[in-house]
DNA sequence: ATCTTTGCAAACTTTTTGCACCAAT
DNA sequence: ATTGGTGCAAAAAGTTTGCAAAGAT
């Protein structure tokens, strides 16, 4: 993937090094394709290279999101969960499962768009939790209420 | 305000007591009219009641957030913010200087009904944090960049 | 009298940091 | 040879929990 070399050259013009244990970091990410937190992180890299520590995983992400290329939204209970940078979608997280869905940031644009006319408040794309309650657990919901009755 | 004893009301109903740790938090919150942690509540409090303790709090901020009168925002770095339960606005933070800003629920209507239409996903108001920056901020940022040239 | 809530201390979870050693440039 | 990164352990920060005593109903 061509997109870890970019990295790689930003990483070194901002006077960073592409280590081992970043480039194992960086390639789990991109393989993830989704939205995991430090620790699934950490479990994926240690597969195949077990010496490397939590702290440099965080260390990892804190490097890459300074060079833009990664981002991280907090979930309600506590752990935060990365992705790659894409503006081009936003996450609506189901408080229920933790799920992670992607939905095109067109739904937002309007939004975005009066929230800068109205109060000059400039959204942060990418870091902008849309909590609620996803499909199949909304349908889990409603059958327990059936089963109350 | 009558607001109060709507709430004893609510609590007693569900078998639960209204203590003066609890008054002392309800009207620190509802005198706060706005979003506040924890810790601050905790200040808030302690000024009048230095006994309360800080899982007093928690505890507390947990009961009325079951009874449906409060809610809770995460912000980006790590401590919630409370607020009363309040459909008819949302909140936008600002990553800054953490400030909270309360902006009718009508500029989400249509995106709510979008996620809803196009993914079965219900939003949970009131606990949706649309982080960026403000309109201070922004200024202040604006600042800096024609300093630094 | 019962059963919830409190204060306290201690545990827990997630993330950050100090430090000596190691490695990329 | 520099200087940035790593592993480890320990600290922080925020929140939760177990327990005996106190308080609301």
Same mark, same amino acid.
């Given at each position: ?24 970091? $960086? /390639? ?5 394709? /989704? ?19 939590? /702290? ?7 490097? $890459?999101?300074? $060079? ?18 894409? /503006? ?23 939004? &975005? ?30 059958? &327990? ?5």
């Amino acid at each position: 993937m061509e997109r870890i070399e970019t990295v790689v050259k930003d990483l070194r013009a901002a006077g960073g090094r592409m280590t081992s244990a970043r480039r194992s970091v $960086l /390639s789990a990410l991109v393989a993830a394709r /989704s939205h995991v937190t430090a620790e699934d992180l950490l479990n994926l890299v240690q597969a195949d290279s077990p010496e490397i520590h939590l /702290s440099t995983v965080y260390r990892t992400l804190e490097a $890459l999101e300074n $060079l833009g290329v990664v981002d991280h939204v907090h979930l309600g209970h506590g752990r935060a969960v990365y992705h790659l940078t894409d /503006s081009a979608h936003q996450h609506i997280v189901c408080e229920i499962c933790s799920s992670v869905q992607e939905v095109p940031a067109s739904l937002f644009a309007q939004l &975005e768009k009066d929230l800068m006319d109205k109060y000059q408040f400039k959204v942060r794309m990418n870091h902008f939790a849309v909590i609620g309650t996803c499909k199949n657990c909304l349908e889990q919901l409603e059958k &327990e209420k059936l089963v109350q009755r």
